[in-house]
């Protein structure tokens, strides 16, 4: 079974703080996603990765940036939290193929106070 | 730009009841269309994939066919349960890369409950 993990179930910052939440995948996919989800929006998707070190821009990257150094990890990082940054967040991956099915993490709901 | 919609957005039913989740999307040019399931304030769990080429799929008391030509999908839920209850998404993937992958455009999802 493809196993997606994130760091953080809940996590409580503050404003201002730099936040980083880690996405692990374990089935050498190449393909990994950061959505947010907010009531009445749906999935938004901030940043996705198709390689190491390579990242794209999705629809709301902005106060967001990302790192993948690893195949398996891809971070997601908040400059500088703010209170609009609120959020679940999702992580996703998916491999290249025939089958491009993406899966999904345990989300983490983060709260900005 | 493809746009994803879901009807109904919120289902109400007795337990037993055969029912229908709908998925419609605006750009039949697609790689492939997923069905999720979303218990509240978890991740999603994905349900059935269909290939572009393919009709339907089956899971258990899950069916779920695709109609490129009218952009549409639907998600039959035979004998409904209880533990049916939870949202459930579509995600649809056009046949054209953005950047260097296929990106997939979700639904806002239909949520489920069903009651004993």
């Known amino acids: 079974d493809v196993k997606v993990t994130q760091s953080s179930r809940y996590l409580v910052k503050r404003t201002g703080e730099k936040v980083f939440l880690e996405c692990v995948q374990d089935?050498?996919?190449?393909?990994m996603f950061w959505y947010r989800q907010d009531p009445g929006l749906g999935l938004r998707l901030i940043y996705f990765?198709?390689?190491?070190?390579?990242?794209e821009k999705g629809d709301i990257p902005e106060g967001y940036s990302v790192s993948r150094e690893k195949k398996e990890r891809f971070s997601l990082i908040l400059e500088s939290a703010s209170t609009n940054q609120t959020s679940m967040y999702l992580c996703?991956?998916?491999?290249?193929?025939?089958?491009?099915?993406?899966?999904f993490g345990p989300g983490t709901r983060l709260t900005v106070t | 730009k493809q746009e994803v919609t879901q009807i109904p957005a919120a289902l109400s039913v007795p337990e037993g009841e055969n029912l229908v989740l709908n998925c419609s999307f605006t750009?039949?040019?697609?790689?492939?269309l997923q069905w999720f399931r979303q218990d509240p304030g978890k991740g999603l769990t994905s349900l059935l994939l269909?290939?572009?080429?393919?009709r339907e799929q089956t899971s258990g008391r899950l069916n779920a066919s695709l109609d490129k030509s009218s952009g549409r999908s639907t998600l039959y839920i035979a004998a409904s349960q209880p533990g049916d209850s939870a949202t459930y998404l579509c995600?649809?993937?056009?046949?054209?890369?953005?950047?260097?992958?296929?990106?997939?455009?979700f639904g806002r999802g239909t949520s489920l409950i069903v009651h004993p």
């Open positions: 996703a991956s998916t491999p290249w193929g025939t089958h491009y099915e993406q899966y």
């Open positions: 089935m050498d996919h190449e393909n």
């Open positions: 990765s198709y390689d190491v070190k390579m990242k």
């Open positions: 750009d039949s040019a697609i790689y492939n």
């Open positions: 269909i290939q572009s080429s393919q």
């Open positions: 995600a649809v993937t056009l046949a054209r890369a953005s950047g260097g992958s296929y990106i997939p455009t």
